[in-house]
């Protein structure tokens, strides 16, 4: 099966072909990813009016180089499958009618994927492991541990109760005069920095409840980097390896949390794991703190490759694979599907994709 995708749902304009063979192994046939970092740059943040217009602009030019890249011609597509949110509803609304006009000048199934569903997956579509597994996913717009039980069974175990990890990173690096996006440019001026300067705080170490909270962190640099202002390359740099330090800390403690519930609740699982995905896993730090814990709780440790671990559309038009091969695609449903701005990924736990309306 060949199946195409589409991804809309933030700042990336995406379409990917990706493919099943007979024995069951993937290959990602076309990947083409246009990010609008550059136009939403100047603004120190995405600006949804601007990105659902550059999607309008781009969408069909990436379409057609995804078909072109990866050999086939829209006849031996097998299905479209686009993301149809949670996101920016501008921009979802963009590619999910470009996906049914697609589908249906083509006649061909069209499925509406939970851009979620397509992070938890891709472990499945680089790495081939096996379910159940955990996942962590952190990004600019969501932080959470999801236990992944099965295709469309997701059970959600922590959130952030304030602002996202890479929220958090950007807003830091706003703060001290980085450019965006920030997440990058903290990690590159922190190792010249001093990690032991400041002790911040390590939000919920040791809470029992398994959640994440970044927004107390974020207005002790604030207040430290006042109580040092002007700043010179030195304090930002200090600051910054001060920052990540704490953010490694706490992610660990919660990661460590969430590794010992997986352990009691799927105490047969003989190779268990934890899979990174968002573009907040491109740090190294963190990376090393995440890998620390796994390696002390006897979790292999999955990192797939960042352009897989960022928004793409192969991740979208996997997820299409494996509701396929599981058969939970439902043509009808997906046609009169709405974009969602919110979907929660236990919510798509049903087994027919749209029931959830
Ligand atoms: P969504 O949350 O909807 O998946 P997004 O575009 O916000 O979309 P990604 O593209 O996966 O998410 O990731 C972007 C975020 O990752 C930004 O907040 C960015 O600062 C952060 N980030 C990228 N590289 C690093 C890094 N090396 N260290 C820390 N954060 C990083
Ligand atoms: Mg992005
Ligand atoms: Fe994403």
């Known amino acids: 099966i060949r199946v195409l995708g589409i991804e809309t749902s933030c700042d990336e304009t995406a379409a990917s072909v990706v493919a099943l063979d007979a024995a069951g192994t993937p290959e990602i046939l076309s990947n083409v990813v246009l990010s609008q970092i550059a136009d939403h740059a100047v ?34 597509i097998d299905a479209i499958a686009a993301t149809a949110g949670p996101g920016l509803v501008g921009g979802l609304i963009v590619g999910l009618m470009t996906a049914k006009a697609i589908a249906a000048a083509a006649e061909k199934p069209l499925m509406a994927i939970n851009h979620l569903e397509g992070h938890a997956l891709t472990a499945r579509l680089t790495d081939g492991i096996a379910f159940p597994y955990l996942l962590l996913l952190v990004s600019g717009g969501h932080t959470q541990i999801v236990a992944v039980r099965g295709v469309g069974d997701y059970q959600r175990w922590a959130t952030t109760i304030d602002d996202a990890l890479g929220e958090a990173f950007d807003k830091t690096a706003k703060m001290l005069g980085l450019a965006y996006p920030g997440g990058p440019n903290v990690e590159q001026t922190a190792l010249h920095g001093d990690a032991s300067r400041f002790s911040f705080p390590r939000p919920m170490k040791g809470a029992a409840q398994p959640d994440f909270s970044f927004s107390g962190l974020k207005t002790a640099v604030r207040q430290a980097a006042t109580a040092i202002a002007p700043l010179s390359d030195q304090d930002v740099a200090d600051i910054c390896a001060s920052f990540q330090a704490a953010v490694a800390d706490a992610l660990a403690d919660r990661v460590a949390r969430a590794l010992d519930r997986f352990k009691a609740e799927f105490p047969d699982k003989a190779d268990p ?62 046609f009169s599907f709405v974009p969602r701005s919110r979907w929660p990924l236990d919510s798509v736990s049903t087994p027919v994709i749209g029931s959830g309306r």
Request: with cysteine; aromatic share 4%.
């Open 273 to 334: 794991a934890l899979v990174v995905a968002g573009g907040v896993a491109a740090n190294r730090t963190l990376k090393a703190a995440l890998q620390a814990q796994c390696a002390a709780a006897g979790f292999a440790f999955v990192s797939p490759p960042l352009k897989l671990c960022t928004d793409n559309a192969a991740m979208i038009a996997w997820a299409g694979i494996e509701r396929l091969r599981a058969g939970l695609a439902d043509n009808e449903d997906a």
């Open 43 to 76: 603004f120190g943040g995405v600006v949804p009016e601007i990105a659902a217009r550059a999607h309008v602009e781009a969408l069909d030019g990436i379409v057609e180089a995804a078909l072109a890249d990866s050999g086939a011609d829209l006849a031996e």
